[in-house]
């Protein structure tokens, strides 16, 4: 069972997109001991290397951060021991976690995906769903294994796509939506409360 402390967290992620989620750790009982994000990079019309919404958010809240160029990098995943965390949180990182810092986390990682999985798996799924014609989304919260978003899934927030609606307007509905709040839910429970979809078989197993 999770104490009254709460979980020492690890989050990785890198866009816009992933700020609410962070921010609902933050505001959350557990502590967000680090944030691990991409590089930086030349962003804009200009071209100027500046900080990604990220980045920005987590040394705004005097937070760690931590840009390997290299997860496989043996001083990161050193680096990743030392927090002795005991749950990652991925959202729209941009790289497939090795099975080194997978296995970091003591109660291992979860991941919010911007689809209702298993469609459009891997990137820019509000955008591809959009182009498709669906008539929905939303976002998945499952476990995180070494296969690209193929682990058990823990929760899903479903949103309509309207007949007018471009793939911006749908992200940022998804953005402000309640997918923070189904993260903030599920680390919230009690260790042993996770139930899990199993992708293929569709039956329930326990999840920690």
């Known amino acids: 069972m999770v104490g009254a402390r ?14 609410p989620t962070l921010e609902a750790l933050v505001a ?5 001991v680090a944030v691990v994000t991409q590089p930086d990079r030349p962003r804009g019309r200009g071209q100027r290397t500046s900080d990604a919404p990220v980045k920005a958010f987590a040394v705004a809240a ?10 496989a990098d043996p001083a990161f995943v050193a680096w990743l021991e ?37 469609a459009y ?9 959009v182009i498709a014609g669906e008539r929905e989304t939303g976002v998945t ?17 479903r949103r309509p796509i309207g007949a007018d609606d471009t793939s911006d307007v749908v992200e940022r509905a998804v953005v402000a939506g309640r997918h923070n709040c189904v993260v903030h839910r599920r680390v919230e429970a009690p260790a042993g409360a996770f139930a899990c979809v199993e992708r293929e078989s569709g039956h329930l197993r326990e999840f920690w």
């Open 28 to 32: 959350s009982r557990h502590a967000v």
């Open 62 to 71: 005097g937070i760690a951060v931590q840009q390997p160029s290299r997860l």
């Open 6 to 19: 709460g979980l020492r967290t690890v989050f990785f992620g890198t866009p816009a997109f992933a700020v």
């Open 141 to 157: 919260i499952m476990r995180v294994v070494r296969a690209l978003d193929a682990g058990p899934m823990l929760a899903t927030v």
């Open 121 to 129: 798996r891997g990137a820019a799924p509000v955008h591809r769903a």
């Open 82 to 118: 030392s927090l002795d965390v005991d749950l990652g949180v991925v959202a729209a990182y941009g790289r497939i976690l090795t099975d080194a810092v997978l296995a970091v986390p003591r109660l291992g990682m979860i991941n919010v995906h911007a689809s209702l999985l298993p």
